[in-house]
């Protein structure tokens, strides 16, 4: 093998500071790095075209040009409705999750000719999946021991593969653990790193709110992609059947986009007021909820 192969690897990344700051430390130690962005119906209320847009605007078009998006599939849903390791304070079936990313990046390395990973991954940021003892059993449960570069975190874990080979020297990496983000706001200076999203809500499956609509789907057995694109959006009403009720004319939009994107069926009422998605009902009932909501409807 090659030493340029021997020096290229692929990056979880997720979009935000910790995986970006992973990618340039790295790169900066003389790596090529491919960013690879695993797209999850629960990882945003975005689409993939905003997401990618997203990141043109934060770390610019080159940068953008280079990640690659991968959109998981009904794998990804079965993995959800029956975690092996269990579900977190909600429906986040954090350590399962984990081990689904770093098995499809895997998948990538035959294609891109890589010999590791990289993660954005801090020792004791995430009370479920970083700690420790977490994060090696998931590197374990992954087949992929020895080939995870942590380089926020570096310093906290076994040798890696490319340190046996003498290609990486942890010295010149920060050693950061914990929940405080005082060091990478540091270091996203010292990088010249300027613009980046802030810590948000993260994985909607963490979300008690979210979460709730999705029991809903799954003990009514409506547990499907384009239902659950559906409940992103407006209010969840289990009345006489279920419905999502746009709140504004975004969501309009959006519920609009996704009716014609799935072919889910959609009520449009004939005076000004929201669509209803009906996922399990009938259209005399989406009309009372679309009357509910509107100020230009009255019973």
């Not at 009932?285 to 100020?295: E, G, M, T, V």
Request: glycine share 8%.
């Amino acid at each position: 093998m090659e030493k340029n192969e021997l020096k290229r690897g692929i990056a979880l990344f997720s979009g935000g500071l910790d995986s970006i700051l992973a990618i340039k430390l790295m790169e900066r130690a003389g790596f090529e790095i491919i960013p690879l962005f695993i797209y999850t119906p629960f990882i945003s209320r975005k689409f993939p075209d905003e997401i990618k847009e997203e990141f043109e605007e934060l770390y610019g078009k080159e940068f953008a040009r280079r990640v690659v998006i991968h959109q998981s599939g009904k794998e990804y849903l079965s993995l959800v409705k029956n975690p092996r390791f269990g579900y977190g304070k909600n429906l986040n079936p954090c350590i399962d999750c984990k081990i689904f990313f770093l098995r499809t990046a895997a998948s990538y390395m035959d294609r891109f000719k890589a010999t590791f990973l990289v993660t954005g991954e801090v020792l004791g940021q995430r009370g479920m999946s970083q700690r420790k003892d977490a994060i090696l059993k998931i590197e374990r449960e992954s087949g992929l021991c020895g080939k995870i570069v942590r380089p926020l975190s570096l310093h906290y874990f076994p040798e890696t593969v490319l340190e046996k080979k003498g290609l990486l020297d942890r010295k010149m990496f920060p050693a950061i653990k914990g929940r405080n983000r005082k060091t990478q706001l540091e270091l996203a200076k010292k990088l010249g790193i300027a613009r980046f999203p802030q810590p948000a809500g993260g994985c909607l499956l963490t979300d008690p709110a979210f979460s709730s609509r999705l029991r809903v789907l799954l003990m009514e057995d409506l547990f499907d992609i384009k239902w659950i694109n559906a409940i992103k959006f407006g209010r969840f009403i289990v009345e006489n059947g279920i419905y999502v009720v746009a709140r504004n004319n975004v969501e309009n939009s959006r519920l609009m986009f996704l009716s014609e994107k799935y072919k889910i069926p959609l009520f449009v009422p004939n005076f000004k007021g929201p669509l209803v998605v009906i996922l399990r009902g009938n259209k005399e009932q989406a009309n009372k909820l679309a009357c509910r909501y509107s100020r230009h409807c009255s019973f």
